[in-house]
């Protein structure tokens, strides 16, 4: 029996990262999943992999018209939904005196408010009952130069599922919130240069505690646990997946001597 046996989840952001870790741990667990993206051949490569429990719809979630008709094809599909897990997402520099409007809209439309419109799009289809997992980023809690954007809308997820949480809560659907480190994603390695992976590389040993990266896997099995009966009594909490990096500076290198 798997922990997701006779669910039906939506994945937005499907496609690669943490999105797809979680699609092939829900699916392994008994789900049916379906997946989205906006890059049509990682979407496809994507739904491959998944196998025939799953399927791929090609959607930009910032546009409205995308939103309705993903929506349509997931009721076509299931009926209804057990889980959402809004994940889609952007992260790209937004340093102070050199960042154009409509660079920094961009992101605050796709991590922020698409978040928002596709949860509220998702009301109709998901049951009592149902779990809904959003995620942030460590960003937010850093003070992290060049991040504005990123770190600002990331950081208003977290406080919006705490309000959808309470919302929600008469039809027992729970509203929680990932909050990975620094993860290896293809989605990372696409917005920095070699020399900025190459830099990180070198000093993130130096301070996480654990002293690596987290594998997109490992933040799928928090996503895991939320959006099971597992965490059936959690609402409106956030799990950090980060090697201790926010609340241990104590057991960086830096503080070993």
């Not at 409509?102 to 978040?115: G, P, R």
């Not at 149902?130 to 130069?145: D, E, F, R």
């Not at 991040?147 to 027992?172: C, D, F, Q, W």
Request: net charge neutral; aromatic share 6%; proline share 5%.
């Amino acid at each position: 029996m798997g922990k997701l046996d006779g669910k039906f989840a939506l994945i937005t952001g499907g496609n690669s990262g943490i999105g797809l870790a979680s699609a092939h741990l829900f699916v392994d667990e008994g789900a049916k999943v379906a997946i989205t993206g906006r890059n049509e051949e990682t979407l496809r490569r994507a739904a491959d992999s998944l196998g025939s429990a799953t399927f791929a719809i090609r959607a930009d979630v910032t546009d409205a018209a995308d939103r309705e008709r993903m929506f349509s094809e997931v009721k076509q599909r299931f009926g209804a939904l057990d889980i959402l897990f809004a994940n889609a997402g952007l992260s790209a520099p937004t340093p102070l005196g050199r960042t154009e409007v409509s660079a920094f809209e961009k992101q605050v439309q796709l991590n922020f408010i698409s978040v928002f419109f596709t949860v509220q799009c998702a009301l109709p289809l998901l049951r009592d009952g149902a779990a809904i997992v959003l995620i942030s980023s460590l960003t937010s809690k850093l003070g992290m130069p060049g991040t504005s954007a990123y770190a600002g809308s990331k950081a208003a997820v977290r406080t919006m599922a705490k309000s959808m949480a309470a919302e929600l809560s008469p039809r027992g659907i729970r509203v929680n919130v990932v909050t990975p480190g620094y993860t290896r994603t293809p989605l990372w390695e696409r917005t920095r240069t070699p020399q900025q992976i190459a830099a990180v590389n070198e000093l993130l040993p130096k301070i996480v505690p654990l002293e690596r990266w987290a594998e997109p896997e490992e933040v799928a099995r928090a996503v895991l646990f939320l959006a099971s009966s597992d965490s059936s009594y959690i609402q409106g909490e956030e799990i950090v997946i980060d090697g201790g990096t926010s609340n241990l500076p104590g057991g960086t290198r830096a503080f070993r001597g």
